[in-house]
């Protein structure tokens, strides 16, 4: 897996738009990016994933620097209940995830 | 579509028993991974199933065991038993290797 890099805490205000980074330097180019988030006590949720092209679904956005060794995570508006672990994560292809410590986002009112 | 399914929800064993957890992936996933997730700590990958066999595994002793059926549902054997071991296990699975996991609740494991 590419080792990725993220901030351990976070916070934001509701309302705001949330961008959470994270560092892949070494990234492989068939590898993709792919965002989960864990609400406490419960199973990890998947946000999104990218590989080149910034990406976009109903809960994030995905920014992805040209030269792939960095992304964001945007959460547009965020909400308290965004509030969770949010994990980068860029397995090697064809392999599982491997979980680091994450970035712990507090939003608060 | 019932997602992934993990039961028992909650367990409590004793130290040098034997404990089986049981996975069922979401409909048309054929992969299923297990972690292990102790308190303040992100999930470990104990290993992963895939046609029925065990393609990749973490590091994580012999005392974990696995198995996968013709239906794609998992177990994961954990023998022996240590205060250590108490944790919430996770099941992952997917359509194919990675490709966007999609986790149960888990089971939480202690051991007393």
């Known amino acids: 897996d590419a080792k990725t890099t993220q901030p351990p805490s976070m916070d934001c205000a509701e309302g705001r738009a949330a961008n959470l980074p994270c560092n892949h330097s070494?990234?492989?180019?068939?590898?993709?990016v792919y965002w989960y988030r864990q609400i406490h006590s419960q199973g990890p949720q998947y946000i999104i994933h990218?590989?080149?092209n910034n990406e976009t679904n109903e809960m994030a956005s995905l920014i992805i620097t040209e030269d792939r060794k960095s992304s964001t995570l945007i959460l547009p508006h965020a909400t308290l209940r965004d509030t969770a672990v949010y994990y980068c994560?860029?397995?090697?292809?064809?392999?599982?995830?491997?979980f680091g410590k994450g970035t712990t986002l507090s939003v608060s009112s | 579509d019932a997602g992934v399914t993990q039961s028992p929800t909650h367990l409590i064993k004793t130290r040098g028993q034997q404990v089986t957890l049981r996975c069922s992936p979401k409909s048309g996933h054929d992969t299923v991974s297990w972690y292990q997730q102790a308190l303040g700590q992100g999930p470990q990958f104990i290993f992963q199933y895939y046609e029925e066999e065990e393609r990749q595994r973490g590091n994580f002793p012999d005392r974990f065991s696995g198995h996968q059926f013709p239906n794609y549902s998992s177990e994961l054997n954990v023998n022996a038993l240590l205060l250590g071991d108490s944790a919430l296990y996770l099941c992952a699975s997917s359509l194919g290797p990675v490709r966007g996991a999609f986790f149960g609740q888990g089971t939480r494991l202690t051991v007393v």
């Open positions: 070494t990234i492989s180019g068939n590898e993709y």
């Open positions: 994560i860029a397995p090697q292809a064809g392999t599982a995830l491997i």
């Open positions: 990218g590989l080149k």
